[in-house]
């Protein structure tokens, strides 16, 4: 089972996912995507697993996931004419390797045309450091190969040529034909057949092909009504997650890796003869030692981990290829603190009461239980184990020697996939598969503690599991708070670089190589900040370096990254984002003035600045950002689209000479052109205008900046202000480069046509369900000439020990401050959960994009929709914790949502997300992009605290009822309850505010 289909699928009964097919080949053969042959009249229905499988590669068409990989090493002289006859009578015998799935049922068909010819690559002439890297990569990208399953066919083959005498035959299979035991059996008739041709022997007649799919129609046609039973009494009231703690979110999951497992012949011979004395199996023991060990990793008393069982039940599926697999979740209860001696007995009971109920498919479980998960993990388990005794790797025929060698590694959909092989000297050596979530030093250390606990578990049999050979520190994890590593010193000029930095934006007192970043209370936004600060020091990093390398000696240890050029004069149409995107739909209109949806900055001027100059360095920043030349035009079909200009010619300027006048009416007078100017902006023609006022009596020069919200964020009015400082300083250094807005917009474009973005539909409808905030009066709408805000500001002391409480959570005081929003919230609706807007600062690129746009100006930031679930947990810190897991399970940083809801494809996704209920609260942290005083800009500006004007139209709708947005300026956390006058009296504001003060103080829930 894979994230997709754990999404999407597993709440879906049959017919809902014929239905689901039907409308997916509907709409395929609306746009023209394919012209498929009609079924010929020797079809098949598919197997339960197959079903599975079929609908997952309809849904992510090209996952590697399940592609199945394996080498044969053919060693002596080879003839090549007869091994390719050979392949072919594999072929001819094996009708699962010659069969397509049509669209109409579906269903299966062998055809008879169908075969696979090798491709031949010749390595034999390389040096051999050289072959083996050539002979590795081709072996790599074979082991990921994705088929056409309805043009079929379902495998391909390289034969790889080494030396005079040694080929390696690759060959990958679709899981959906094909499984662990169908290797051997192809080993076996590949030999059988070559020594066959090579004797000039005629093969055995290689039947009908025909007899996986009768076996499939037979399968469907069981009764398995009593063994449902079985599962879903056993598997109810089970942990839906059975794995370690994230490393990092779901969404950030890349290919993920490997690491090795062992146990001697000498360290096992005590285990299997208590075993023996037992009469349990092996498998039990595996059971109970990955229960344990997952146990002593996440604390649950109750583990479900899959088996990757079979279906071959008759001696006559023995020798048959095909999918056979049907996984069963074993679940093993560790309540109680049980013996070793009964751990082992439970696992055995639990293993011999699944084997009784093996035919019940895995897919009328999940359907049974409604296991349906959102976030990007299977149903039921997310490790599986698997126990095989070694098998006769070798076969011999027409004087060469057929061996199985290591296959390539493939990926796992799992989160853990254990596999333990038996050898004949009694040893078990294997491998822990793990997915790109989790880290590979924590796999390895929970691979060691799995080991372990097998090698001891015969002198500890009577011991109670709680004293058994405990482990002092559990994985670490930059979820789960961790203990402190002691501290290093930063060493070279890198480290120390970095760990000022980190200390600067989080503001902690030292920062030592080995402290992770994100257990010091970092947060996304803060991780924006540090590569921006790290850019401007000379050293060039990405979003995903820092989150794949969370400390400061991993790095400084990564090899410099060069700079791209960055082209800057971008032309033609521009894609609105997702976050441009629901300003289109969502604001713009209902605004009277179009115009009329500003981001300003009042900034003073810190040394005098002739008009001219400030008007130049203007006119520089929209040279040097291609977002400030975005135009919004006419398309001529009532409908707007989107422009980058590439010289919008000087930005409009205008200067105002204030000195005659006394400062009071100065500054009337200095209000009332800004309230203008802020109305005076056009989307098609100059959405940025700058307004600079000569002030009297030796006040400062005031600059005012005003740029629609189209084309800047508030961390890009940051950079935006840096920029201007620079441009103002001669001997300033020039800024490093960045992505054009154009490009990643383009990106996002791209991006919204990914397979792999339709999955997280069921995660996103799973959040659509907004509680209604109480209101005190009848308003319908919150409108920007009517809202009001409620502050706090928290002393310096107390935000220092809020700091203090988060980092040793491992948490940051946004994460502090959402937990305590959401509590008062939620007891303000009466509940124990809410659905909020979370702002993201947008920068993070989609998978597979490790792109730089932290010095990127553009709108970045958007709002996506999140349900928290509070719990129990009565420490703020702790739930804190707890909810930055939440958030770190997102897809994609929540960019998915707005993808799928504005830029996706097909209109039936867009029109679905829409429709989607909205959360009415927002949560919006800001983190230090205010502290002027600690950015470059602060040597020529500081912020004015004058008025800069109305920035919004007065008539504007805003979505949300009550806003809470949050920063960290000049040592204080201070926030904000925005709230519609229409619709709640301040008071009530004015008394949720302080619960939340409460609740931050140390009160409880």
Known sequence: MSDPLAAQLAGLTPEQQRLFLQRLRMRRRRQGAEKRPAAPAASWPLSHAQERLWLLETLTPGDPAYTVPFAIRIAGPLDRPALETAIRAVLDRHGALRTIIVEEGPAQVVREDLHAAPAWTDLSGLPAPQRATAFDRVAAEHGVRTFDL?????????AVRLSDRETVLLVAVHHIVFDATSVTIVLDDLAAAYDDVVAGRRGTSA??????????????????ERGLTYWTDTLRGAPPLSTLPAYRARAESGPGGQVPLRLPADRTTALFALLRAERVTRYAALLAAAGLALRRANGQDTVVVGVPASTRSRPELARMVGCFYNPQALRLDLEGDPTVRELLRRA???????????????GDVVRALRATRGDRHNPLFQTMLSLLDAPSRERHGGGARFTLGPAPAGRTDMDLFVTVTVGADGGLVGACRFAGHLDEPDVAAWAADLAGLLDRMADSADQPISRF?????LVRTAVAAPAKAAYRAPGTPAEALLASVWARVLDVDRVGTDDNFFQLGGDSMQVVQVIAEAAAAGLSLSPGDLLRHPTVAGLAALEPRQPRRRETVVAGDVPPTPAQAWFLTEILPHLSRPGHFNHPYHAELLRPVTAAELSGAVTALARRHDALRLRLVPDGDGRRRQISVPDAGPVPFDTHDLRDADAEKADRLAADIADTAQRGLSLSAAPMRAVHFRMPGGQPDRLLLICHHLLIDGFSRTLLMNDLADVLDPGARPAPPSLPYAAWARLLRD?????????QRAFWRAQARAEELPVDLPGTAVRFGSRAG????????????????????????SDLLLAA????????QGGDELTVALAAPGRNGPPGHDVDVTRTVGWFQFFYPLRLRLGRTPSLPQLASELRAQIGAVPMHGLGHGLLTHAHPDPAVREEMARSAGPQVSFNYLGEIGSWDRQPAARV?????????????????WPYLLDIAGELREGQLRFVAHHGTALHHTATVDGLMDEIVRLLNGGAR
């Open 751 to 759: 991006a919204a046509t990914a397979p792999e973005l339709t999955g």
């Open 790 to 813: 409620v502050r706090r500001i928290l002393a310096a002391d107390v935000t220092a020990r809020l700091a203090t409480e988060a980092r040793a959570a491992g948490t940051g005081l």
């Open 941 to 957: 500006l500081r912020p004015s605290a004058h008025p800069s004007g109305t920035a919004q139209d007065p008539q504007g709708r």
């Open 348 to 362: 055995h009971r639990a293993i011999g009461a699944a084997q009784a109920n093996a035919d019940v498919p895995f």
């Open 821 to 828: 929003t959401t509590v008062a919230v939620a007891a303000w």
């Open 207 to 224: 039947g009908s092909g025909h007899e996986f799919g009768e076996h499939c129609a037979a399968e469907r046609a069981a009764d398995r």
């Open 469 to 473: 050979a405990p482990i002092p520190d």
């Open 150 to 158: 309805t043009t079929g066919p379902p495998l391909a083959l390289h």
